[in-house]
C-alpha cells in the first residue's frame, strides 16, 4: 500500500506541476496516467464504476468528479482539485489536492489553506485507541472555526485492495464515538469544504458533483495508515 500510495502521490505531484492558465484537463489526465503506468501501476479511476478518465479534475465550484476534457481550459485565478488513484499489485492509493491557477483571490487561498488544516487535524488523530469519531471532530472543528461549509454527502473511506471500503469517515461529528482505531487500519481522510453552505449536487455529465450555491469547493485527500509509530502518511512522493 505504500507504494501503491508513493506512485498515486508522484502523479498528483506532477499533476500540480503542469497546472497553468491555458492548460486543459485533458493534459493534466494525461500527465497522471503517464506516470501510473511508467511506474507499472494502473489507473485507479479509469474504468471504476465507469468513470471515463485516470483523474477527476473539479474546476472552481465543482467538489469531486469533474470530467477531464480538451476543450476545458484552465484560466488565471480558477483553483482545481485533482484526485487521482494506482493500483500497485492489487492495493490502491488514492490522494487529492486543490492548486492555484496563477494568482488567486484571498479567499480561495484560506479555502485551500483551511481545507489543507483539517486534514492533518484529521490524520492527527489516526492514533490506536481513539475512535473513529475524533478523526471525523477534528476535521469539522477546523471547517466552523473558519465558517466554511462541510460537504456532508460525501466522505473519507477505508482502502485497501478495493478503493472505498469501510468505514465512511464523514468530515464532521462528536468526537468519543464510532470504530475504535488500531494498528493496521488505513484510510483515506478527505475534507471537503466550501466558500458557502457545503450543499452540492450532480451536474447535467451523470459525474461531476459541484455546490448548489456557486461556492468555491476544496478537496485534499491523503491516504493514511495507523501504526505502532502514529499515523503513517502514504500518499508522499
Known amino acids: 500500500m505504500r507504494e501503491a500510495g508513493r506512485i498515486s502521490a508522484q502523479a498528483l505531484t506532477e499533476v500540480g506541476r503542469a497546472v497553468a492558465p491555458g492548460v486543459s484537463t485533458a493534459k493534466l489526465n494525461a ?23 485516470t483523474i477527476c479534475a473539479s474546476i472552481n ?29 492489487g492495493y490502491v492509493g488514492d490522494t487529492a489536492d486543490t492548486f492555484a491557477v496563477g494568482t488567486i483571490d484571498p479567499q480561495s487561498q484560506r479555502l485551500i ?16 485507541g481513539k475512535r473513529l469519531g475524533d478523526v471525523s471532530a477534528a476535521i469539522g472543528a477546523i471547517a466552523e472555526r473558519e465558517k ?40 483515506a481522510i478527505e475534507p471537503m469544504f466550501t466558500l458557502g453552505n457545503g ?30 509509530e502514529g499515523p503513517q502518511i502514504l500518499t508522499i512522493p
Open 113 to 128: 489553506d483551511t481545507t489543507r488544516e483539517g486534514l492533518y487535524a484529521g490524520i492527527e488523530q489516526c492514533v490506536a
Open 61 to 89: 465550484d465543482e467538489l469531486v468528479h469533474g470530467l477531464p476534457s480538451e476543450d476545458r481550459l484552465l484560466q488565471e485565478g480558477d483553483i482545481i482539485s485533482i484526485d487521482v488513484g494506482a493500483i500497485h499489485e
Open 199 to 228: 450543499r452540492v449536487e450532480k451536474l447535467g455529465d451523470g459525474w461531476t458533483v459541484a455546490s448548489r450555491d456557486g461556492g468555491r469547493c476544496g478537496h485534499i485527500e491523503h491516504t493514511v495508515a495507523i501504526t505502532g
Open 148 to 187: 466554511l461549509g462541510i460537504v456532508r454527502e460525501y466522505t473519507g473511506h477505508g482502502i485497501g485492495t478495493r478503493m472505498h471500503e469501510d468505514p465512511s469517515i464523514p468530515n464532521w461529528g462528536p468526537k468519543g464515538r464510532g470504530v475504535r482505531l488500531k494498528n493496521g487500519m488505513v484510510f
Open 31 to 53: 500527465v497522471a496516467e503517464e506516470v501510473i503506468r511508467q511506474a507499472g501501476a494502473t489507473p485507479a479511476f479509469l474504468g471504476y464504476q465507469g468513470f471515463p478518465a
